[in-house]
């Protein structure tokens, strides 16, 4: 203990910071389980014995998603009491260990309408897994930002954070019927979600890397939204507006960037008709950086 005091770590933080850990720990071992529950299936069988690839990346997203809000929940000052710390931790930890579920419920519902995720994830379908990883992690970026927005611990709070929730879901399928448009134009009409079905990897990957990216440009907009948990109206048009102002920003800036990066490369011709997964690898990658960085500026 002598040696915590050298770096300012007290008995009573450190028995903070282990309560605050303690509890992270029950809850990511909660969201591995849950992911069989939730599809009925053993979970422990799909990974080990039916090496079932498709629910191991599913069970990887939901796992960081749960990881990425708690980060959220964490962050702050400590609380008062142990048992204040406790509750506070596994509220916050638990609201949104659920909306990450919920998300990931309205996710399969309205943006992908046309084909039943789970059954697909069970059958091994890759593709499809990693856009529901992705959605779970962008839908935890969004909920982490959201947690670092709001203060105390109040229904008012709980109102609010689900405000911004909501439109983030939103934004999320705008976004997949944007995506799904621009795929139809370029093949004849054809269904970006059958194509998923499919299993064609490199245009989940791109299709990942967009969602993600609008998750950290919605990041960015946290931070021209003054908290006032009361201002419900006020608080669901801030988001929607300055939500849609960055994801124009986002997409102008990802256009400008992929015509120098990926100079004389024609992307949809490699991604949506070759398959080229390294090309939408890279493609993923820009949306990413550049969301990152627009963020950082931003903050």
């Known amino acids: 203990m ?3 005091q050298d770096f300012g770590i007290t008995s009573e933080l450190a028995t903070i910071l282990a309560i605050d850990l303690t509890i992270a720990v029950i809850l990511l071992t909660l969201m591995r389980y849950l992911q069989g529950w939730s599809v009925k299936v053993n979970s422990s069988k799909e990974l080990a014995e039916r090496d079932n690839f498709a629910f191991g990346i599913s069970t990887a997203g939901a796992v960081a ?8 929940a964490i962050t702050g000052a400590a609380a008062h ?3 204040t710390e406790a509750i506070g931790m596994s509220s916050y930890g638990l609201f949104g260990l659920v909306l990450i579920k919920f998300g990931r419920f309205l996710h399969d519902k309205l943006a992908l309408n046309e084909f039943d995720k789970n059954e697909q994830i069970i059958k091994g379908n890759v593709s499809v897994a990693i856009v529901d990883a992705s959605a779970a992690i962008a839908t935890a970026i969004i909920i982490r930002a959201v947690l670092l927005w709001a203060e105390d611990l109040t229904l008012d709070t709980f109102i609010a954070i689900f405000s911004a929730f909501a439109i983030s879901q939103l934004m999320l399928v705008l976004l997949t019927r944007w995506r799904e448009n621009r ?3 370029r093949n004849q009409d054809s269904s970006m979600q059958q194509a998923l079905v499919k299993g064609h990897t490199a ?3 791109r299709h990942a890397g967009y969602m993600i990216a609008m998750a950290l440009s919605f990041n960015a907009a946290s931070h021209f939204i003054i908290f006032n948990p009361t201002a419900y109206v006020t608080n669901v048009i801030g988001w929607l507006v300055f939500s849609i102002i960055m994801l124009l920003v986002l997409s102008l800036l990802l ?3 992929k015509k120098l990066v990926l100079a004389r490369i024609d992307l949809a011709d490699e991604v949506e008709k070759q398959h080229n997964i390294g090309i939408a690898a890279v493609e993923m990658a820009i949306c990413i950086a550049i969301a990152l960085i627009l963020t950082a500026l931003m903050a």
């Open 255 to 257: 256009f400008i960037v």
């Open 81 to 83: 009491s142990y048992l």
């Open 183 to 185: 795929f139809a134009s």
């Open 2 to 4: 002598i040696l915590f």
């Open 203 to 205: 245009l989940a990957l």
């Open 65 to 72: 998603a749960l990881g990425i809000v708690l980060t959220g």
